[in-house]
T-cell receptor, first 111, second 117 residues
Framework: KQEVTQIPAALSVPEGENLVLNCSFTDSAIYNLQWFRQDPGKGLTSLLLIQSSQREQTSGRLNASLDKSSGRSTLYIAASQPGDSATYLCAVRDSGYALNFGKGTSLLVTP | GAVVSQHPSWVICKSGTSVKIECRSLDFQATTMFWYRQFPKQSLMLMATSNEGSKATYEQGVEKDKFLINHASLTLSTLTVTSAHPEDSSFYIC?????????????FGNGTRLTVT
């Protein structure tokens, strides 16, 4: 069974810092990997989706990389802002077609 | 496009009652819908996978007689929590895809916050 782990569980940084969130998964036979943002009490906002054949995806200040063979992905956030404060979820899609989620990284960006 | 509407967004019910949550794909036909639940400070856990016209496939540990899933049409799936208890209080969220396969985009509803008193 696919296991998805996210490190760190929580992170607090001052505004303007660049930061990296880590995700690892146990079964490399995946279709794709997706990063989401979840605000307290809210649903999911898709940030980036990386297909299994891709190495990275970029959107604005966000960059996600994928190393499928080693079962790792990172989400890089440049020049963090207080509005980036949220929980970031990593999820992989494997043979069952559903997404397998990590527990998330709770990010707080302080002004 | 590709909007999934989930209703209600929050519900409070008394212990022992049943609650129905609806998940509708508004502008596409969803062959498969997935139901997740999320306890506080935990990740989203897959409860079941439902294909239109078929019985849902439940994940290990999820009681199929308690969490009734119906996917009678290509645009609607429902999750009914029967005889709800306080431990069923959670955030429930659905996702839908147009075609079967790992590369079919997944679209999420906004979730339902269930509180059982």
């Amino acid at each position: 069974k696919q296991e998805v782990t996210q490190i760190p569980a929580a992170l607090s940084v001052p505004e303007g810092e660049n930061l990296v969130l880590n995700c690892s998964f146990t079964d490399s036979a995946i279709y794709n990997l997706q990063w989401f943002r979840q605000d307290p009490g809210k649903g999911l906002t898709s940030l980036l989706l990386i297909q299994s054949s891709q190495r990275e995806q970029t959107s604005g200040r966000l960059n996600a990389s994928l190393d499928k063979s080693s079962g790792r992905s990172t989400l890089y956030i440049a020049a963090s802002q207080p509005g980036d404060s949220a929980t970031y979820l990593c999820a992989v899609r494997d043979s069952g077609y559903a997404l397998n989620f990590g527990k998330g990284t709770s990010l707080l960006v302080t002004p | 496009g590709a909007v999934v509407s989930q209703h209600p967004s929050w519900v409070i019910c008394k212990s022992g009652t049943s609650v129905k949550i609806e998940c509708r794909s508004l502008d596409f036909q969803a062959t498969t819908m997935f139901w997740y639940r999320q306890f506080p400070k935990q990740s989203l856990m897959l409860m079941a996978t439902s294909n239109e016209g078929s019985k849902a496939t439940y994940e290990q540990g999820v009681e199929k007689d308690k969490f009734l899933i119906n996917h009678a049409s290509l645009t609607l799936s429902t999750l009914t929590v029967t005889s709800a208890h306080p431990e069923d209080s959670s955030f429930y969220i659905c996702s839908a895809q147009k075609w079967t396969g790992g590369n079919s985009p997944l679209h999420f509803g906004n979730g339902t916050r269930l509180t059982v008193t």
